[in-house]
T-cell receptor, first 117, second 116 residues
Framework: AQTVTQSQPEMSVQEAETVTLSCTYDTSESNYYLFWYKQPPSRQMILVIRQEAYKQQNATENRFSVNFQKAAKSFSLKISDSQLGDTAMYFCAFLTRTYNQGGKLIFGQGTELSVKP | GAVVSQHPSRVICKSGTSVKIECRSLDFQATTMFWYRQFPKQSLMLMATSNEGSKATYEQGVEKDKFLINHASLTLSTLTVTSAHPEDSSFYIC????????????FGAGTRLSVL
């Protein structure tokens, strides 16, 4: 069974600085996707970034980038130039293809990020 | 991006009553919808996968008679919490997957259920 682990329950960063959130996962599959989702106080889940396992190049989306280490099963999220609006719970998630060919998301425990002015 | 509407956003009910939560995909057809439960400061736990025109598939430990799921059309899935009790109080979130993209899920804004 796949598992996703986020070992940092809470983190804080000063506005404009850089922060890295950690995520490790365990799977025997070779083809899968990894995601970072943001859940602000409104509780709406927002997709931050997606990584395809067969792509070695790390995904980037503006201020957000990942460090994907497939052999180590590590998938960290780097937020550059942190903004107050980045304050949220961040979830790392793994998408498997082995469930009814539809895939189900497996979420980590979450990291609560606070950006301080 | 695609929009998933979840209604109601908040509901308060008395113990023993049933509550229905709706999840609609507004601008795409969703052959598969997912229902999650989230406790405060915790992760999303998948409760069940809802496929249009067939019975839902429940995750281990989820009572199918307590949480009734109906996916009657390609744009609507409903979750009914039957004979709700205070321990059912939680935040329920749905997501919808378009038929062409197994790697894509669009999330609703969630429903906060409080059972008195």
């Amino acid at each position: 069974a796949q598992t996703v682990t986020q070992s940092q329950p809470e983190m804080s960063v000063q506005e404009a600085e850089t922060v890295t959130l950690s995520c490790t996962y365990d799977t025997s599959e070779s083809n899968y996707y990894l995601f970072w989702y943001k859940q602000p106080p409104s509780r709406q889940m927002i997709l931050v970034i997606r990584q395809e396992a067969y792509k070695q190049q790390n995904a980037t989306e503006n201020r957000f980038s990942v460090n994907f280490q497939k052999a180590a099963k590590s998938f960290s999220l780097k937020i550059s130039d942190s903004q107050l609006g980045d304050t949220a719970m961040y979830f790392c998630a793994f998408l498997t293809r082995t469930y009814n060919q539809g895939g189900k998301l497996i979420f980590g425990q979450g990291t609560e990020l606070s950006v301080k002015p | 991006g695609a929009v998933v509407s979840q209604h109601p956003s908040r509901v308060i009910c008395k113990s023993g009553t049933s509550v229905k939560i709706e999840c609609r995909s507004l601008d795409f057809q969703a052959t598969t919808m997912f229902w999650y439960r989230q406790f405060p400061k915790q992760s999303l736990m998948l409760m069940a996968t809802s496929n249009e025109g067939s019975k839902a598939t429940y995750e281990q430990g989820v009572e199918k008679d307590k949480f009734l799921i109906n996916h009657a059309s390609l744009t609507l899935s409903t979750l009914t919490v039957t004979s709700a009790h205070p321990e059912d109080s939680s935040f329920y979130i749905c997501s919808a997957r378009p038929p062409e993209g197994w790697k894509v899920q669009y999330f609703g804004a969630g429903t906060r259920l409080s059972v008195l």
